[in-house]
C-alpha cells in the first residue's frame, strides 16, 4: 500500500521560515494536501493541490511538489503556528501521512 | 458559516456497539461527499469511511469494513456511523469532515472538520 513519510518533528525560531516535508513514490504526479492541527483541535486545511491557499489562511504559508518531496513552507513562522501538520494524497484511496509536530522556539 | 457537530461517542466495552451522528449546516449537504476520519490517542489521522452526495455509494478502510456502516440523511442534514464489533483498536477520536467533491475520489480532500468526539473502548 502507499505511503507517506514525515519527519515526527521540526523546530524552528520564530521569524524563520520552517519546511516540512512529505515524501512518497511518485508524489510530484499526484496531488498533496496539507492539514494544520494545534493541540486539543481538530484539522484545518491550510493547502491543497499542491500550492492553493483556502480563503483565510495566511501568506505565509506555501506549498510544492516534485518528484518524490512535498513541502510547506511557513514564513516568517509565528508562535500561533506550532501545530502538527499532515499531508494527505490519493493512491486508490486517501492515504494520510504520520504528521509533523512544529515547534517554535 | 459550515458547522459540524458530532455526537454519540462515549465508553463501550469490547464487542459492543455505538452510533455516531454528525448534524451539518452552513453549505449544500446533499451535494458533497461526506466521511469520518479518526485519530488514535498520540497518533496520525486515519481515514474511517466516506459516503457520496446522494448517499447510493459508501466506502471503508480496509479495518473497519464489515463492521462500521456510514449513512446519510439529507432532509436532515446528518451523517451518522454505526459502530459494531468494538475493538480496543477502535479508541480514538472520530472527526466528521466534509468533503471538497460530491463523490469519495481522486480529488478527495476535506475542507471541514468538526470538532470531534471520543470513542473509548474498554472493559
Known amino acids: 500500500s502507499y505511503e507517506l513519510t514525515q519527519a515526527p518533528s521540526v523546530s524552528v525560531s520564530p521569524g524563520h521560515t520552517a519546511s516540512i516535508t512529505c515524501s512518497g513514490d511518485?508524489?510530484?504526479?499526484?496531488?498533496v494536501y496539507w492539514y494544520q492541527q494545534k493541540t486539543g483541535q481538530s484539522p484545518v486545511l491550510v493547502i491543497y493541490q499542491d500550492t492553493k491557499r483556502p480563503s483565510g489562511i495566511p501568506e505565509r504559508f506555501s506549498g510544492s511538489n516534485s518528484g518524490k518531496i512535498a513541502t510547506l513552507t511557513i514564513s516568517g513562522t509565528q508562535a500561533v503556528d506550532e501545530a502538527d501538520y499532515h499531508c494527505q494524497a490519493w493512491d486508490s484511496g486517501v492515504v494520510f501521512g504520520g504528521g509533523t509536530r512544529l515547534t517554535v522556539l | 458559516e459550515v458547522q459540524l457537530l458530532e455526537s454519540g461517542g462515549g465508553l463501550v466495552q469490547p464487542g459492543g456497539s455505538l452510533r455516531l451522528y454528525c448534524v451539518a449546516s452552513?453549505?449544500?449537504?446533499?451535494?458533497?461527499?461526506m466521511n469520518w476520519v479518526r485519530q488514535a490517542p498520540g497518533k496520525g489521522l486515519e481515514w474511517v469511511a466516506a459516503?457520496?452526495?446522494?448517499?447510493?455509494?459508501?466506502y471503508y478502510a480496509d479495518s473497519v469494513k464489515g463492521r462500521f456502516t456510514i449513512s446519510r440523511r439529507n432532509s436532515k442534514n446528518t451523517l451518522s456511523l454505526q459502530m459494531n464489533g468494538l475493538r480496543a483498536e477502535d479508541t480514538a477520536v472520530y472527526y466528521c469532515?466534509?468533503?471538497?467533491?460530491?463523490?469519495?475520489?481522486?480529488?478527495?480532500?476535506?475542507?471541514?472538520w468538526g470538532q470531534g468526539i471520543l470513542v473509548t473502548v474498554s472493559s
Open positions: 469532515s466534509k468533503d471538497a467533491s460530491y463523490d469519495y475520489g481522486a480529488n478527495f480532500f476535506l475542507d471541514y
Open positions: 511518485k508524489l510530484g504526479d499526484k496531488y
Open positions: 459516503i457520496s452526495g446522494s448517499g447510493d455509494s459508501a
Open positions: 452552513g453549505f449544500n449537504f446533499s451535494s458533497r461527499a
